[in-house]
């Protein structure tokens, strides 16, 4: 079983900053993916980062040059550091892995980040 817990989320003034974290535990192999969707009221999921096997990164245009995306050297944690942060990132910050050749989707319950204006 995979287990993956996100921190770091809170209330931030805009133009601040955050780091989230996610820690994986439990038959962590075969990294494909790991990465960072947001969802906030009313909206779709929306990815927001990609780690790539390999080392490759991607990210929405709308975090692009603001948020980093990074992992420690085992790859059993993912960051998101979040800068010069806008009311508009106001949303609940999922974590997820996909592990495997079956390309298994694994998630975290989630980290509520408000920005205020």
């Known amino acids: 079983q995979v287990q993956l817990v996100e921190s770091g989320g809170g209330l931030v003034q805009a133009g601040g900053s955050l780091r989230l974290s996610c820690s994986a535990s439990g038959n962590i192999f075969s990294i494909n993916a790991m990465g960072w969707y947001r969802q906030a009221p009313g909206n779709k999921r929306e990815l927001v980062a990609t780690f790539l096997s390999g080392g490759s990164t991607n990210y929405a245009d709308s975090v692009k040059g603001r948020f980093t995306i990074s992992t420690d050297n085992a790859e059993k944690t993912v960051y998101l550091q979040m800068n010069s942060l806008k009311p508009e990132d106001t949303a609940i910050y999922f974590c997820?892995?996909?592990?495997?050749?079956?390309?298994?989707?694994?998630w975290g319950q989630g980290t509520q980040v408000t920005v205020s204006s």
């Open positions: 997820f892995h996909i592990l495997g050749r079956s390309a298994t989707w694994y």
